[in-house]
């Protein structure tokens, strides 16, 4: 987390944008810098009666770089994601107010929500997104790449011929594909990517978007060497296919 910003003292503006008994809130926080908060996630963490996140210690982090007090953080992973969306329903059921949180960017957007999302939807719990940074959003918006379709993939599958098979039902789509990918397999990433598209590909690789060191990579898979590629941080991977 980028703490240089810290855009919000106190509680100040809640009122009548604080968060309603029984509402399940999809809220998006920061995937670098604290400033891109909005007030609105602001004033539904500050009101909200518990939150459930990824990982707990990150989300206090974020709650005491924005002054909130301390509230009641459950975890909510994909690792017994059915058993904690259950017990979060009965709380909501229980008309208590409950915000959802990854740990960067936006829940179920390649993070854990959806099935909390759907017992929700499927039990009449409302449910209203906050919305806030994403890094696939932000990525696309400046790679100067195609916009008006792209498909994302997120986390490519970790074998080979799944991925091919995934690529290969994609095949006829023209846009930009976009996908995640983690440091310590972005080398890897882009032998793959060799494999399964011409050399003269465009591409877009951004890393630690909104953060001190946030670059970009503009060209061609053939141009790229991937031994540049630092293998820290995160990346966000956007191949032009069909243009």
Same mark, same amino acid.
């Given at each position: 987390?980028?703490?240089?910003?810290?855009? +919000?003292?106190?509680?100040?503006?809640?009122?009548?944008?604080?968060?309603?008994?029984?509402?399940?809130?999809?809220?998006?926080?920061?995937?670098?810098?604290?400033?891109?908060?909005?007030?609105?996630? +602001?004033?539904?963490? $500050?009101?909200?009666?518990?939150?459930?996140?990824?990982?707990?210690?990150?989300?206090?982090?974020?709650?005491?770089?924005?002054?909130?007090?301390?509230?009641?953080?459950?975890?909510?992973?994909?690792?017994?994601?059915?058993? $904690?969306?259950? &017990?979060?329903?009965?709380?909501?059921?229980?008309?208590?107010?409950?915000?959802?949180?990854?740990?960067?960017?936006?829940?179920?957007?390649?993070?854990?929500?959806?099935?909390?999302?759907?017992?929700?939807?499927?039990?009449?719990?409302?449910?209203?997104?906050?919305?806030?940074?994403?890094?696939?959003?932000?990525?696309?918006?400046?790679?100067?790449?195609?916009?008006?379709?792209?498909?994302?993939?997120?986390?490519?599958?970790?074998?080979?011929?799944?991925?091919?098979?995934? +690529?290969?039902?994609?095949?006829?789509?023209?846009?930009?594909?976009?996908?995640?990918?983690?440091? &310590?397999?972005?080398?890897?990433?882009?032998?793959?990517?060799?494999?399964?598209?011409?050399?003269?590909?465009?591409?877009?690789?951004? &890393?630690?978007?909104?953060?001190?060191?946030?670059?970009?990579?503009?060209?061609?898979?053939?141009?790229?060497?991937?031994?540049?590629?630092?293998?820290?941080?995160?990346?966000?991977?956007?191949?032009?296919?069909?243009?």
């Amino acid at each position: 987390m980028d703490d240089r910003a810290i855009p +919000f003292q106190g509680t100040q503006g809640v009122g009548k944008n604080a968060a309603q008994p029984g509402v399940l809130y999809v809220v998006g926080t920061p995937i670098g810098n604290l400033s891109d908060l909005s007030w609105r996630a +602001f004033n539904i963490l $500050s009101s909200c009666d518990c939150i459930a996140c990824e990982t707990p210690q990150v989300t206090q982090k974020l709650l005491t770089l924005l002054n909130i007090p301390k509230k009641p953080l459950f975890t909510y992973r994909d690792a017994g994601e059915i058993q $904690s969306a259950q &017990h979060l329903l009965r709380k909501l059921q229980n008309q208590q107010s409950v915000a959802l949180v990854s740990d960067a960017g936006t829940p179920s957007i390649s993070d854990p929500g959806y099935r909390l999302m759907k017992i929700c939807q499927e039990q009449g719990v409302r449910v209203v997104p906050i919305p806030g940074p994403n890094a696939a959003i932000a990525a696309l918006s400046m790679a100067g790449l195609p916009t008006n379709a792209f498909l994302f993939l997120g986390f490519l599958p970790p074998k080979e011929g799944r991925i091919a098979k995934l +690529f290969q039902a994609n095949q006829a789509f023209r846009g930009t594909i976009v996908l995640y990918e983690s440091p &310590h397999r972005i080398q890897k990433l882009i032998l793959t990517l060799r494999k399964f598209f011409d050399t003269n590909t465009r591409i877009a690789i951004t &890393h630690e978007l909104t953060k001190l060191n946030e670059s970009c990579y503009y060209g061609t898979l053939e141009d790229l060497d991937e031994s540049t590629l630092s293998l820290k941080g995160e990346y966000v991977v956007l191949i032009e296919q069909g243009g």
